[in-house]
């Protein structure tokens, strides 16, 4: 039988299941734009338990569009940091503004001005204005790819065409008029809560209505994707500490840290040890002269298609160089990979915004808070 012949049922039995199973998200309550927008940027590559806490501190901060465009580009990476992706924080802040500018505070319904603020694309317009405002548009993540190559077994990968037309097809063909804000998220909630990698289908309201699960393939649907392959890279970092203080440096505006402030470093050259590219790269980057102390161990962390192997070190100034004895710490001489420096104190490089790696590195250092005194100082 053609799936499509039970739509009505199936929407329906999604639609009930919904009602009866939803997770209470904070931004379930009064469904704002506002609170629509940022969930569903802050959700983008983080788990739900995760999100719900960075929203709600968010919020609690930044209530409305009006408080957001008012914050400083440097709180608002500070609040985002740890959700990685920092340009969607940039471009949340640049939307924020252009709201208060162009639309008089009132974030726009129309889905071509929604699609117009900086950093929305298809996914995060089509899912406030149907979440939001109740447009029929259908909302496509990966959980929603899941379902709807399970339910009408679609036979390539999701990401690739003709499968990844056929899921928007399908998408789109599912949402019942009037009723967008509690389909769409029904359907991602049931990737996320049920038909997720290992289906429960014993659970599921579509079970009924799912091809895959009636054909006996569901282990086979989604169809996978070539896997892109992980590039190992090995970096290293240094923490240069002078009176009571420690030396970042910010980012420059470009690039994934764009803005972010960081302990100087970078990558380690064939051939070179850790211990020697920490330096090397000080010097290129700040004009110092350090002294490689001791290292303060190794953090790893990965990404979509690379994985990084961090060496962290101790540093001082050089004893050879006049700087290493001043009473107070000295301006770097050059700034090559950076906009802006400072010496800190540990309490005050708490509430610096920093990449993931380099926080956790200062927290290992200092404690979280930076109360901790300075080792060595
Ligand atoms: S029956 Fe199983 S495979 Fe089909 S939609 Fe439900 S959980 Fe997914």
Redesign the pocket.
């Known amino acids: 039988m053609p799936p499509d012949a039970h739509l009505p049922q199936l929407r329906e039995a999604l639609l009930a299941w919904f009602a009866a199973h939803q997770r209470p998200l904070p931004w379930r309550i009064n469904y704002t734009p506002y609170e629509v927008w940022i969930s569903e940027v802050m959700l983008q590559q983080t788990q739900m338990e995760r999100g719900v806490s960075y929203f709600t501190r968010w919020m609690a901060r930044f209530p409305d569009v009006a408080a957001l465009a008012a914050a400083s580009e440097e709180e608002v990476l500070r609040l985002w940091e740890g959700l990685g992706y920092y340009s969607r924080a940039r471009h949340v802040l640049a939307a924020a503004r252009l709201i208060m500018e162009k639309h008089k505070g009132v974030f726009p319904s129309g889905l071509e001005d929604i699609r117009a603020l900086p950093g929305v694309g298809p996914y995060t317009a089509g899912a406030v204005a149907s979440i939001a405002f109740g447009e029929k548009l259908p909302c496509v993540d990966a959980n929603v790819e899941r379902?709807v190559a399970?339910?009408f077994d679609l036979d390539g990968p999701v990401k690739q065409e003709p499968a990844a037309s056929a899921v928007r097809a399908w998408a789109l063909r599912l949402v019942p008029e009037g009723r967008a804000r509690e389909h769409n998220q029904a359907m991602m909630e049931?990737g996320a809560l049920?038909?997720g990698k290992k289906?429960?289908?014993a659970l599921?309201p579509?079970?009924a209505f799912?091809v895959?699960?009636h054909l006996g393939i569901?282990d086979q649907?989604p169809v996978p994707g070539k896997r892109a392959a992980i590039t190992p890279i090995e970096v290293v970092t240094g923490v240069l500490r002078h009176t009571g203080r420690v030396f970042v440096q910010k980012r420059l505006a470009s690039g994934v840290w764009g803005n972010l402030w960081e302990f100087p470093g970078g990558r380690v050259e064939p051939g070179e040890s850790p211990e020697q590219a920490v330096a090397r790269e000080f010097g290129e980057e700040t004009g110092f002269d350090v002294a490689v102390d001791r290292s303060y161990g190794i953090i790893r962390h990965g990404y979509t298609t690379y994985r990084i192997t961090l060496h962290c070190f101790a540093l001082s100034l050089a004893a050879t160089t006049a700087a290493a004895t001043a009473a107070e710490p000295p301006a770097p001489p050059i700034l090559t990979a950076a906009s802006a420096w400072r010496w800190v104190t540990p309490v005050e490089l708490e509430n610096l915004a920093m990449p993931a790696a380099h926080r956790k590195l200062a927290d290992q250092i200092f404690g979280p808070g930076g109360q901790s005194r300075l080792p060595g100082a």
């Open positions: 379902v399970r339910v049931l049920v038909c289906p429960r289908c599921c579509l079970a799912c895959s699960l569901v649907r």
